[in-house]
């Protein structure tokens, strides 16, 4: 079974990690055979901080430079693009070994990375900037006010813009990527400990395991088209926009380059609504060079949309998919909402997004009460109760003393 991050056992192995010996630095890792047992330590250990840095400007998929990783005890920089490097050991740990937490800040990108590598994400899961919403620290705080907040260090932002892919890399390279994750494995317990203060770490399981979930990570040219936004609602249109999307995703993926450097969104958006009859009309598309006339990608893209069919009903979006089936009262409601969501995450000091999102508010209003993770849970109690009871008339808002207060209508007392 997983540890989950609010249970007593992983905490007090964490806090009692947190003041061993001081932390050992070994540099940068170059061999199989350091490698292999760095992790075989590390994995005796309740958790371990992870980073990486990449490169990503011009291609497709992330390219892994190096990855920085630190338990309590040690701390090293694994070079990954040392000829024969083997890695197996370290995705083993972050993707195997139920037993050792991975602590991430705002990990979204190094998730990613990891996914492309195995098909896994590291799991159990720990980010920083989600345990801070809970902290009532902000929505995104970012990693440098994070370690000012919590250690008084302001960090090094000398290297932020090093070409990483670069050899060799320098020391002070080195030390400012490893310091990334010393500071985040003494971060780490002393969120735990206020989260267990507080009784908020039952809150971020779930957003821990939607984190950690694989299917954020793979890039579906099916789903591609949901990526560029278009005005048009009619199936003819969204049919070829998803088959463009489609087709532009693989070409991407295949030449291992941006999107953007295939085909551009507004291109896409722009050729959905109004195609060209032949690929010779392709000389006269804003965005397209000349050659796309008559090569062999603007043949490929002719083919795309000559196969593309209306998207089916089932597919279809909604008017306005941030307010399904809303009217105006329904958007009023939904407004309504947001304020009360905002009043409430300042009483109880939480990030609102971690509290509720738009999405979930414009449901309810909408009249949806099945499947919404505010009327479930800790968000019901903290919040999702008087949601509940505003939309139905059982909560109000009144202005008492020139302060906004929420007040119980006569028909609920």
């Known amino acids: 079974m997983a540890p989950r991050i609010h249970a007593a056992p992983l905490f007090v192995k964490a806090r009692n990690s947190l003041y061993g010996a001081a932390m050992h630095i070994h540099g940068l890792i170059e061999d199989n055979a350091a490698l292999a047992n760095l992790c075989a330590r590390l994995a005796q250990s309740p958790f371990v901080a992870v980073d990486t840095e990449f490169m990503r400007e011009n291609s497709y998929w992330p390219e892994l ?118 500071h985040l494995a003494t971060i780490f317990p002393k969120m735990l400990e206020k989260l267990r203060k507080t009784g908020r770490g039952l809150w971020l399981d779930e957003e821990m395991e939607r984190l950690a979930d694989p299917a954020n990570y793979f890039n579906d040219p099916e789903q591609a088209w949901r990526r560029v936004r278009i005005s048009s609602r009619k199936p ?39 195609p060209p009859r032949k690929q010779g009309d392709l000389t006269r598309v804003r965005g ?15 083919t795309a949309l000559a196969e593309a069919k209306p998207m089916p009903a089932d597919e279809m979006p909604g008017r306005d998919e941030r307010r399904p089936g809303l009217g105006k009262d329904g958007a009023l409601v939904a407004d309504l909402l947001k304020l009360l969501l905002k009043i409430r995450a300042k009483e109880i000091n939480v990030a609102s997004r971690l509290l509720a999102r738009s999405d979930d508010l414009e449901a309810l209003a909408a009249g949806q009460r099945e499947g919404l993770s505010i009327l479930n849970g800790w968000r019901f109690e903290q919040f999702g109760r008087d949601a509940l009871a505003l939309v139905e008339g059982r909560l109000a808002f009144a202005v008492k003393g020139g302060k906004l207060r929420m007040t119980r209508t006569e028909e609920s007392e």
């Open 236 to 274: 003819e249109v969204l049919g070829r926009l998803k088959a463009l999307a489609r087709w532009r995703e693989i070409e991407a993926q295949g030449k291992d380059l941006p999107r953007g450097r295939i085909v551009k969104d507004e291109t896409i958006a722009d050729l959905a609504a109004n």
């Open 288 to 302: 397209l060079s000349a050659t796309w006339g008559g090569n062999d990608i603007g043949g490929r893209m002719m």
């Open 65 to 182: 430079c190096l990855i920085q990783i630190a338990d309590a005890n040690e701390a090293a920089a694994i070079d990954p693009m040392q000829p024969g490097i083997d890695l197996k050991p370290l995705l083993d740990l972050l993707t195997e070994n139920e037993d050792v937490l991975k602590v991430f800040h705002a990990g979204g990108q190094d998730l990613e990375i990891v996914y492309n590598l195995t098909g896994k994400t590291p799991h159990p899961l720990f980010d920083t900037q989600v345990a801070a919403m809970a902290l009532g620290q902000g929505e995104q705080v970012g990693y440098s006010n994070l370690v000012d907040s919590y250690l008084g260090i302001t960090v090094d932002k000398g290297a932020r813009f090093t070409d990483w892919s670069r050899r060799p890399l320098d020391a002070r390279q080195i030390d400012y990527a490893i310091a990334d994750v010393t």
